[in-house]
Each structure stands twice: as C-alpha cells, then as structure tokens.
C-alpha cells in the first residue's frame, strides 16, 4: 500500500496510455484542444509585449503630444491591446466549450470500450473467475468512478500553462537569453518536483479505499436497507467505513511527507535566480543599459514563467488518467482469451434428434469438489425433460454447461452429434430460449423485456435499418409471447401500454411484483421460441409465483413446450410431473431416470420425496 | 453545514486562510512593486529601485510556495470534509427507522444526488476562503487604483453583470444536470447491464451486446446535445458580460493614459492601471465561480437537509420511556391498521386487526399483491401504518426506539442482501455482539441447514465471499440463501422472527425440514419469551403446521384460523388454494 518508486513510475506510464488513448480516439478534437490551448496562453504574452510597448511610448507622447506619430502608435497599441483582449475572452468561451464536450465524449468512449469488451466474451469467466472477476471488477468500477474525462479538464488547463510559460519565457529571451535559459531550467525542474508530489498526494490509488467505498454503499444503497435496519448495523459499517478511510489516508498523508528538503531548496534556488535577475536589471536600467519598454516586458515575462511549474490541473489528469491501465489491461485479457471472435458452424435448425453430455466434467475456480464429475446425459429433442436435485448446486450450472455460457473441463457436449465447441455460440444461443432462476429485470419499457428474447426480430425498434411497416406485426407477437406465458393481463394493466418503463425508478415507470416479474421473463422466453427457438429452458419457472399462478401454469405446460425440446428444472412435483421424462441428479450424477410414473413405481429416491410431500397434502376439503 | 466543514479541520482551516490571502497579497502588491520600480528609475532613485526589485524577484519564488502549499493545505482538507459528510449522510440514512427514503422515489433522488456531490460539500470551506481573498484583492486593488485617480473605481462597476448573471449561468448548468438525469440513469442502467454479474447469462444467451451498446451511445448523445446547448448559452452570457467589463477596462487605461500625457500621472501609474486593471477580470471571473461552487455547496446543503429531516420525521413519536418487554404476555396486536405505498394508488393493506399470540406460529397466505410483505414490513418497524397502530403487549410499537425493538426482532427475507464479507461476519452481523463467537456462529449455521456451506468454504468462518475482492468465493444462489437464514438465526431469543418466503428457493423436503426444527425451537423458547413467528409462504405443507394462518386478500385479512378450521370451511380461499396445490400430488 506503501506507494513505491515503481507505483510513480506506473503513474507516468498511466498518464502517457491515457494520452494516447485520447490521441487515437479524437485525433483531430485533441488537436483542436490544444491549438486552443496554445491560444490561450500566446495571448496573455502579447498582451504584455503591447503594455510594455504601451509604457515605452507613453514618455514620448507625454512629450510630443498626442497629435503626434508617438501618438498615433500609442492609439494603435491601444487599439490592439482591446483585440488581444477580447481575442483571450472569445478563445477561453471556445476552450470551455470544446473542453467540457470532450471530456463527456471522452467518458463516453471509454465506458463503451468496456462495455463492449466485457460483451465480447462470450462466456462467463471474466465473473466466475476470481483473477478474472478481480481485474473485470477494478476496470469497470474504476472508470466509471473516476470520469476518465477529467483528463481532458487537466490537460486544458496544463497545456494552457505551459503555453503560457513558454510564451513568458520567449519574453524574458528577448531580453536577456542567459536568463530565461537559466530559469526556464529551474522552473522546470521544480515543476517536476512539486508534481510529483501530487502524484504521490493522490488519495486515489489505493484499493483498500474500493472496501471504505463498499461500505458506504452498503450504509445507502436501497438492497441492503432492510437488513440494515433489522439488525442494527448502521453505526457498525459507518464505523468499519471511518476505520478503513483513516487506514487508507493515514499512510497516504505520511507518504505525502517526503520530499521537503527538496522543495526548500528548490524555493531557494528560483528566490536567489529572480531575485538577481531583477536586480541587475533594474542596476542595468539605472545605468540607461537597458530601456523601460524592455524592464517592463523582463519582470511581466519572469512572472509568468511561474506557470510553468504551476499544478493546477494535474489532480484532473491524475484522476482522469487512473482507470487507463485498468482498461487497457481489461481489453488485453479479452483480446487473449480465445473463442471472442467465434466463427463456427451455423447452428439453425438444431437439434433435430438429441443434445448429448458426454462424461462432462465441471468445477468451480476456487472449489475443491466438482459440480459435475462424468455427466452422461441424453436430451432427445421434440421431448420435454425435467431435472430434479436433490442437493442445491448443479442444476444452473447444467444450463450454463449447455449454453456455452461455461465450458466443460473434460468431456463434451454434442447437439445431433456436432461438439458445441464447434458451433458459432451465437448461431446456437438463437436455438436455446432460457429463463434463469435469477432472470434479469430490466428496468427498460415491456416491450424490451419482452422482446429482447428475439432482439433480431423483435427489439431495437430505434435501429436505423428498423422497418416501420413491421411495427403492427412485432407489436402482435410480443402480445402473443405475453398471452402463452399467462403475461398478457400484466400488460393490459400498464398505463402506457408496452412502452411503459417496468421501473418506478423512471418517469411513468411501474414497479411489478415478483410474480409478475416470473410471468414476464417467461413471456421473454416464449418471444424467443416465436423468434426460432427450438430448445426451450426453464429454471425454476414458478419459484415467485402464487398458488393459482402456478396451479395455471402447469395447465398451459403441455402448450408450451409442444413442439420444442423442453428442459425444466424444478424441485415443485406439480411442474415436474408433467414431462415425459424426469432425471433425478444427486451429487452430480443422474440416480434415477424415466417418467413420473416409472419412477413413483420404482420406489426410488423420487418416489418416497413425492410419497412425502403428497402425505402433507391429505385432508378433506370440505366442498 | 459550514459547521461540518469547519469541523472536519480547524488547523488546516485556518492555515488554508492564512496562506490564501497571503497569496491574494503578493499578487495585488506585484503590480504595485511594478510601478514603484518604474517610477523609481524614471526618478534615479537607487534605494527605491532596488527595494522594488528585491521584493519583484522575492514574490515570484513566494507565489510559487504559496501556491504549492495552498493547494495541498486544500486536497486535505476538502478529503476530509468530504468523508466527514459521506458519514454524516450514512449516519442520517441510518438514523430513518423505515424504508421510506429507500422507496420514495423523490427522497432516492435526493440520496443519489447528495452521493455524487460529496466533493461540492468538500469545497465548502475552500470556497468560503476563497471568497474571502477575493474581497481583499477587490479591495486592495480598489485603494491602488484610487491611488491613480479616483475616477478609476469605476471600473469594477463594469464586472457586475458578470457577477450578477453567475446566478443565471449557474441555473443553467442545473437545469442541465437535471435535463440530463433521466437518460444518465437509462445510461447507467445500460451500463450495469453490459459490465455486472447478474446480467451477465442473459446478455450473452439473448444476444443484447449491440442493441445495449448503441442505447448507450444514442443516451450519451442525448446526454451531450442537453449540456452543449445550455453550456454554449451560458458561455455566449458569460462572453457578453465580459465584453461589458472590457469596455470598462479599456476606458481606463485610455483615461490613465490620457492623465499621463496631461502630466497628472507618472508611466508607472498608467503601467499600474494595466495590470491590475487586467487582474480584476481575473478576480471577477473567481468571484464568479465561486459564487457558482458556494450555490452548488448550498444545493448539496439543503439535500442533507431535507434527508435529516426525514430521519427526524420518522422518529417523532419515539417515547424514551416505552420498553419492550424482556417476555410477550399477551402478543403483538394490529388495531384497524391500513398502509399505503409513497404515490400508492389504493391501500396495501386495509384496516387490518389481526392479534398474533404470544407463543404462537402464525403463517400468513395469499395470493401475489396480498399484502404478506408489507405486513411483515409493518411488524418489523420498517414502515409506519398509514392509520391505526400496532402494539406490543399493549405499547404502541410507534413510540418504541426502534433499535430497542429491532434488537428483540430477527428476520429472513426471499430478497435477502448479499453482504461480501467474510462468510463469518455473514452470518455473524445477524447479532453484531456475538459476531465473534465461533459457538453461536455455527450454532446458527446449523440452524439454517447451512453447516454444508461453512464445510464447502475453503477457510472456513474467515473465507472472504464475493468473486470480485482478494481471494472472494462465490457462493450459488440457494448458498447465499442459507446465509440469509443463518443470520436470522443469530439472535437466540427473540421475540418475534419474521420468515418471509426465505425458503422458496430451496425444495420443498428441506423447507419442511426446517420448519419442523424451528417449530420445535419455538415451542421451546415460547415459555422464556412468548417468541411470535411469523411465517410467509406459498407451500400449505408447511403453512399446515401454524398455530394460526392468515389468509389475505387484496390487503384484508379474509379467513382467520387453523389448518383444520380453514379446510373445514365450506367455499373458503384457503382451502381453495390449498386444493389447487394438494391436487399436484394426486
């Protein structure tokens, strides 16, 4: 945590990727950034030179007169010295401008880089992966944290800086070169110094601060409140956030002590230098050596040439450029892990005859004992399929197994025979419509909770190549999805129909219960059977479901699933009971195989739970 | 608010003050010392030259340290002020008994706003000083051009629309940020759906990459178009007001000039007039900003508030006399209580008088929209009734401090937080005094069934969950669950321990399994304690084994009685339900 020689160094190096970074994405802007720039800091030398030029002719006019050709350059100075002005105002209202768009575009650009990097892989291991989940994790909570478009601020007011330091200097050479030689080394190397020290001063860098902000987020964020309250916990994480902050900024202000000595010296060094500058300037002007017009643009030119160790704006570029790395490096995990640019066999049309799993073999990064240690398991398409598990872990990890969502680390599995590693993963995404057990609720209009089942079809109503005239037609497909899934009374309720945002969050937004929620994100899956999907998962589809909304569902399970190879995972009877074909997964591995009925007969594992739980529904009802 | 700040560090305060308008200082005498040099050579005045250069030379290499300084006097202190106030809001978020901040939408939006402008708030003390030099450069700047020629205070005049349209600049940038939330929240909703975990299967199994890509683009584009259209007005008033101070500027040195031709002042005057005529723009455009930090820091004042009002509010019928009795004779009593959800259109619950004995289990059923969970959100303090009221033993549940209540109260939720501790603390923070006690720890592990998660837990009670910190484990969903119960069963004797719906993700075997242990354990604590369970679920196998169920409806209590009672009822809800289910097993 100690900041380390090596840690300032990765900082400049941060610094440098961010520039670049910021080169490569809007050459021409950051161009624009600093011609602006360079605008800003030449007009206030010019506008020294004029006064200068201004105190030198004034003793001729006070002598000739203002009629006279001293006179008349005197109003020209004047003249100029209100464009160079009004010139300096109009170019800071640009700089501004242009200044505050960019570091928005720039935010912008390098959110999507992350967003499309972590997109790109396919699969699930930049989450499940610690390593990975860790390195996915700084990158995304870190740019979004820190707007990368501080960078952009910093640089503005750097670069005007430095323009205006090194415009001073040329004042100062035009009168006396040794000196502006001599100081513009010293100012640089003090610059150097004192920054470095802000670098160091920066109370971003460190991780430990992540848990200090966790913890806040924990004290404010509407997911814990409940349990917050319920056990008391308030003043406990406010108390384990001070302890971690104070951590964190105690060593980061003993580091912030270093380097004094250094600095007084420094402070010295440019006191003696100015000091005699202007002294044998001033010795030089009583000697008549050296005129007044050019005293006055020396001491004006050694002034400014402070700017060019000033540190405003470096916090900006230190903040800006912190997350850099992190993306950079984020994008180069991606770009190494294989499979991001699948190119495989088309996968439409499957399966026509069965999928396979053949002695697959799973387990979690970090977990000692597999999920899966040689699964054998057929799934004969056009049939309906369920899966009971007896001990927790295993059933969504076999959905994750079969949409390529994770891979098998031994053994494989085929659809009509083809490895599915062999398959464009997009291609046979577009085969399987799933409902996880934790479904997303996207807080975007129904419409798009319901269509995203079958995006190419059925969402991205504002894309350019959106045809309007299918309007009528994705609008009656999506209501169709919603009726089979029992969704259609939920969106009869809502009060802007399907553009009704499903988020109280939002204008006009609706918050939906956890049974509407279910109902909802099964409609998802049905839209994406309507857009040709021919496997059909569902996790727990009733888990949030009433006792009517799940007595109906059963109802409508054969209409469903008709047609389609279906895969239910439940521990409710009522649901399972309907397939052609249930599997009993222990530990593992499959331990009891056949339709509710065989198994019931077989007197196995399945039969005593379901004999069990049936004897806890004996009773008359009274009628 | 100034207070907070102040507090932070008065040290640094006031060596942030002093080093401030020392700096204000040394750059108003600079042009001064200017004069003073020309005027002395222009009189071959030796003493006064060299006087004059020593102290130019000397207040370059002092603006430097100064300003060196002065900043890092300030990043200390806006860090601490600024830390200072995260604790203040966690603390007034803390303080609100209820989730009434959580669940109004105008109280979030207040709580997500102040979260983003903790740093304003960290410039309160800064900005005051800020201001402060401003007023002494204004002024000394004023005595050395009076010193000129009266008629030169003048010239700030002309730096007051400036000024006084900062406010109107200032408004601007508001109406921006709240012009742009809306589709900055559609853009972080896009944001958490590309890059987090929970969305992570669905993105990739429905193929949404693109289409959530080019929504961002098209939110940020929206986003640019609102900022840039009011930014470029304000810079276009910002410009024009500028425009007005030039006239003035310039007016001055003509009159300067015009007073040196006429004899009536020295070069070094009219050089005077310049520069510090040309430093006043810079003082009014920090006076300025200023003016603009100091209104945002009063915006994210009256934020905080209007949140420790609300805590306030919540908190005003706690009588620090009513006690929670260390054992529940009688119950818990809910007289004709009603409640309405913030913008609700209808009641959630309607005039609901419900007894829950003392000793009892108590299951309540319903279909989705009942109003089972704001029910047990009511008995949990974590809402107030609309009307009526609730009772413990007799006293009213509204005049109890709720941490008095909530310490005698444990509860599970289906929609349980995950708490990325280590999986000890997990559990442990169920009853933060025993958070250490390895006994009671696994004691309520075993309670919850979820012994089998310590055991798959690679360091035991210190393995750190949540993939994303060092050495963080994941946990399935079903796993966290456990947990969840595990911490409800921290507290060994409660009085009242609320179940709702913590089960559903497990199968129905275990539920049942548990149930019958807890059921077991309540019967032995109800002589110690009178402990109430209450118990929310859709499975009647385990709802059969309640004392009393309540049936609701619509948010009414509509059949009242037990398993045997509420079958026997000829037409009733619940046996209507309860067929419905059993009829699965036939």
Redesign the interface.
């Known amino acids: 945590m100690r900041p380390q020689p090596s840690e300032t160094l990765h900082r400049g190096a941060a610094r440098r990727a961010a520039l670049g970074v910021l080169i490569r994405a809007y050459p021409i802007r950051t161009l624009l950034l600093a011609l602006l720039a360079a605008l800003a800091g030449l007009l206030p030398s010019g506008?020294a030179v004029l006064?200068a030029k201004?105190?030198g002719v004034?003793?001729e006019?006070?002598d000739a007169?203002?009629g006279s050709a001293a006179g008349e350059r005197?109003v020209s100075i004047?003249v100029l010295?209100?464009v160079v002005?009004?010139g300096l105002?109009?170019v800071r209202?640009l700089q501004?401008?242009h200044a505050?768009?960019l570091y928005?575009?720039f935010d912008?650009h390098l959110?999507?880089r992350?967003?499309?990097s972590?997109?790109?892989v396919?699969?699930?291991r930049?989450?499940?992966?610690?390593v990975l989940?860790?390195q996915?994790?700084r990158a995304?909570a870190r740019v979004?944290r820190y707007g990368p478009g501080e960078l952009i601020s910093g640089l503005s007011v750097r670069w005007t800086n430095t323009a205006q330091g090194l415009a001073a200097t040329a004042l100062v050479a035009s009168v006396w070169p040794m000196a502006a030689l001599v100081l513009l080394v010293l100012w640089l190397v003090?610059g150097r110094h004192?920054r470095a020290?802000i670098y160091r001063?920066n109370?971003f860098w460190s991780d430990p601060l992540r848990r200090a902000s966790?913890l806040?987020r924990?004290?404010?964020?509407?997911?814990?409140?409940?349990?917050?309250?319920?056990?008391?916990?308030?003043?406990?994480?406010?108390d384990r956030?001070?302890a971690e902050?104070q951590n964190v900024?105690t060593q980061l202000?003993r580091s912030?002590q270093v380097g004094y000595r250094t600095?007084t010296v420094l402070?010295v060094l440019?006191?003696a230098a100015?000091?005699?500058?202007?002294?044998l300037?001033?010795r030089a002007?009583?000697d008549g050596d050296l005129g007044?017009e050019a005293?006055?643009i020396l001491?004006?030119g050694?002034?400014a040439?402070?700017l060019l160790?000033?540190?405003d704006g470096d916090?900006w570029i230190e903040n800006g450029a912190i997350p850099i790395p992190d993306v950079l490096a984020h994008e180069r995990t991606v770009g190494g892990i294989e499979g991001t640019s699948s190119a495989g066999r088309p996968a439409t049309g499957l399966p026509s005859r069965a999928i396979t799993f053949e002695g697959v073999r799973f387990s979690?990064p970090?977990?000692?004992?597999p999920v899966y240690d040689g699964l054998d398991l057929t799934i004969e398409a056009g049939r309906s399929l369920a899966i009971v598990?007896?001990n927790?872990?295993g059933k969504?990890t076999l959905i994750?197994l079969l949409?390529g969502?994770t891979r098998p680390q031994a053994g494989r599995i085929l659809v009509d025979g083809l490895d599915l590693r062999e398959l464009d993963l997009?291609s046979w995404?577009?085969q399987?419509a799933?409902i996880?057990?934790?479904?997303?609720r996207?807080?975007?209009p129904a419409r798009d909770n319901i269509g995203?089942?079958g995006?190419?079809s059925l969402?991205?109503t504002?894309?350019a190549s959106y045809d309007t005239r299918r309007a009528p037609d994705v609008e009656r497909r999506i209501r169709e999805a919603a009726r089979r899934a029992g969704a259609d009374e939920i969106l009869d309720r809502l009060p802007l129909g399907l553009d009704t945002v499903l988020s109280?969050?939002?204008?006009g937004g609706v918050d939906l219960?956890?049974?509407?929620w279910q109902r909802i994100a099964l409609a998802?899956a049905m839209a994406?059977v309507d857009a040709g999907a021919r496997v059909l998962v569902l996790d727990?589809p009733t888990?949030?479901?009433?006792?009517?909304?799940?007595?109906d569902l059963?109802d409508r399970f054969l209409d469903l699933t008709s047609g389609l190879t279906a895969i239910v995972i439940s521990?409710?009877?009522?649901t399972v009971?309907r397939a052609d074909r249930i599997v009993v997964l222990d530990a593992g591995r499959i331990v009891e195989d056949g339709s509710h009925e065989e198994l019931v007969a077989a007197g196995g594992r399945y039969a005593r739970?379901?004999r069990?739980?049936?004897s806890?529904?004996d009773?008359?009802?009274?009628? | 608010m100034l207070g907070v700040a102040w507090a932070a560090d008065r040290w640094r305060s006031i060596l942030a003050f002093g080093i401030f308008t020392a700096e204000a200082l040394v750059t108003v005498s600079f042009a001064w010392w200017l004069k003073v040099l020309l005027d002395g050579l222009a009189g071959r005045e030796v003493a006064t030259t060299a006087v004059a250069a020593v102290v130019l030379g000397g207040s370059i290499a002092a603006g430097m340290l100064l300003d060196y300084s002065g900043s890092r006097v300030r990043m200390a202190l806006v860090d601490r002020a600024h830390h200072l106030i995260e604790c203040r809001l966690c603390e007034a978020v803390g303080r609100t008994p209820t989730l009434e901040i959580h669940e109004t939408p105008a109280h979030l939006t207040q709580l997500e706003l102040l979260d983003g402008e903790g740093w304003e708030f960290g410039e309160a003390i800064p900005s005051l000083i800020r201001l402060t030099n401003v007023t002494v450069q204004v002024v000394s700047t004023a005595v050395l051009l009076a010193s000129v020629h009266p008629l030169l205070l003048a010239l700030p005049l002309f730096g007051l629309p400036l000024l006084v349209l900062s406010r109107h600049t200032n408004g601007l940038f508001n109406r921006g940020n709240e012009l742009a939330a809306a589709p900055s929240r559609r853009a972080l909703d896009l944001w958490d759906l590309a890059t987090k975990a929970p969305a992570a299967k669905e993105v990739r199994l429905f193929r949404l990459g693109e289409e959530l890509l080019r929504r961002f683009h098209s939110e940020h584009r929206t986003i640019r178009g609102i900022h840039v259209r009011l930014h470029a007005r304000g810079e276009a008033i910002g410009f024009a007001a500028r425009l007005v101070f030039l006239v003035g500027y310039f007016g001055s040195i003509a009159f300067a000039v015009n007073l040196a031709v006429d004899g009536e002042a020295s070069v070094g005057d009219v050089l005077l007039t310049a520069v510090l005529a040309g430093q006043v723009l810079g003082m009014i455009g920090n006076s300025a900003e200023i003016v603009q930090w100091t209104l945002r820091t009063l915006t994210a004042a009256s934020r905080y508030v209007y949140l420790d009002q609300v805590a306030e509010r919540s908190r005003r019928k706690i009588n620090a006399a009513a006690t929670v009795p260390v054992r529940l004779t009688k119950g818990i009593s809910l007289e004709r209580v009603s409640y309405r959800y913030p913008l609700g259109r209808g009641d959630a619950l309607h005039d609901v008088d419900l007894t829950l004995p003392a000793g009892s289990t108590v299951a309540i059923v319903g279909e989705n929209g009942a109003g089972k969970t704001t029910l047990v959100k009511l008995l949990a303090g974590l809402y107030h009734p609309t009307s009526g009221r609730i009772t413990i033993d007799g006293t009213d549940l509204a005049t109890i401090d709720p941490e008095r209540w909530r310490s005698r109260v444990s509860a599970a939720f289906q929609d349980h937080a995950r708490w990325e501790f280590r999986l000890g603390e997990v559990v442990g923070i169920g009853d933060i005094a025993s958070i250490d006690d390895e006994a009671t720890l696994v004691g309520a592990l075993d309670r919850a069934g979820a012994y089998d998660v310590l055991e798959a837990a690679p360091s035991g009670l210190r393995t750190q969950l949540g993939p994303s910190w060092p050495d963080g484990v994941d946990l399935s969903g079903g796993q966290w669950q456990k947990l969840a119960i595990g911490r409800a069963m921290m507290r060994t004797s409660p009085l009242l321990l609320l179940l709702d719906e913590p089960t559903a993700a497990l199968d129905a075997e275990t539920e049942h399994r548990l149930f019958e242990r807890w059921t077991t354990a309540a019967a032995r604590l109800r002589e110690a304690t009178g402990a109430v369970t209450v118990l929310v679920s859709h499975r009647f196998s385990t709802v059969r084994m309640a004392d009393l169920i309540v049936v609701l409806h619509h948010g009414r209590v509509v059949e009242l009685g037990t398993h045997a009672d509420l079958l026997a009822r000829p037409n009733g809800r619940y046996a209507e339900l309860f067929e419905l289910q059993a009829r699965s097993y036939r």
């Open positions: 506008f006064v201004l105190v004034l003793a006019v006070v007169g203002l005197m004047l010295i209100g002005l009004v105002e109009a209202a501004s401008l505050t768009d928005r575009r912008e959110l999507a992350v967003m499309s972590t997109m790109r396919p699969d699930l930049l989450f499940e992966d610690p989940a860790a996915t994790d995304v979004a003090a004192l020290d001063a109370p966790y806040k924990l004290s404010l964020m509407p997911e814990w409140a409940k349990e917050l309250r319920i056990f008391g916990l308030s003043s406990w994480l406010i956030f001070r902050w900024m202000w912030r600095t402070g440019v006191l100015n000091l005699l500058v202007v002294a300037a001033a002007a009583l007044i005293l006055t001491v004006q050694l002034a040439m402070a160790a000033s540190q916090i979690y970090g977990r000692d004992q598990g007896l927790g872990a969504t994750k949409t969502l997009v995404r577009r399987v799933a996880f057990q934790d479904f997303v996207y807080q975007l995203f089942g995006i190419e969402s991205g504002r894309t109280r969050r939002h204008d219960s956890g049974g509407e998802r994406a727990e888990a949030h479901l009433d006792v009517r909304a799940e007595a059963y521990h409710r009877f009522s009971r739970l379901f069990q739980q049936a806890r529904y009773g008359e009802v009274a009628r």
